[in-house]
């Protein structure tokens, strides 16, 4: 039987990743630039056609973002998580170094390990999957949710991924 500082720590988690995912998809279809500047972005990043993966990515954030903080369909959510931070690493960090402040994978390598942990964790009682009885923890779940991530991430850069040119790597 778990304890429930194990439920509270999920709920922790949840509340902190989910909710800022789903602003990172908001203020993709509602920042600034709306989602034609967020199509811009990701056309200049060299995601074909830009328009489509701009209102993926932000549907998918807003859904993953969503899914997390309401504790529902673990570890889904979380393999979403994983799959933006992949393409998200591999497109817009690579070749930046290691610090976020200078545009490297610090903080998307962060956002994905938390959502492998928060897969292994289970969501905790105090979530949607919780009240229906849906628990899901441990190392498959955690499986799950890096191997379903990674996965989509590299059919997604595949079929879509043409940039100018290949950012090069640098040390940090």
């Known amino acids: 039987m778990r304890e429930r500082g194990h439920d509270t720590a999920a709920l922790v988690l949840r509340a902190t990743l ?39 990515a932000a ?3 807003m859904a993953a973002g969503a899914g997390i ?41 962060v956002v994905g390990g938390a959502a492998i942990a928060l897969a292994a964790l289970g969501n905790g009682r105090y979530s949607l999957d919780g009240l229906t009885g849906r628990q899901r923890s441990g190392f498959k779940p955690a499986l799950v949710a890096a191997a379903l991530g990674t996965t989509s991430a590299a059919a997604l850069l595949a079929l879509c991924y043409r940039p ?9």
């Open 69 to 109: 903080a309401l504790g529902a369909a673990g570890p889904l959510p979380a393999a979403a998580a994983v799959g933006l931070m992949t393409v998200a690493a591999r497109t817009d960090h690579r070749g930046k170094g290691f610090f976020v402040f200078k545009g490297g994978w610090e903080y998307v390598g």
């Open 18 to 56: 989910g909710p800022m995912l789903f602003a990172h998809g908001w203020n993709k279809v509602a920042g600034p630039g709306g989602l034609k500047g967020t199509a811009g972005w990701f056309g200049a990043l060299g995601l074909r056609p830009a328009e489509a993966h701009a209102r993926m």
């Open 164 to 172: 100018a040119h290949e950012p090069r790597e640098t040390d940090d």
């Open 59 to 61: 549907g998918t954030e």
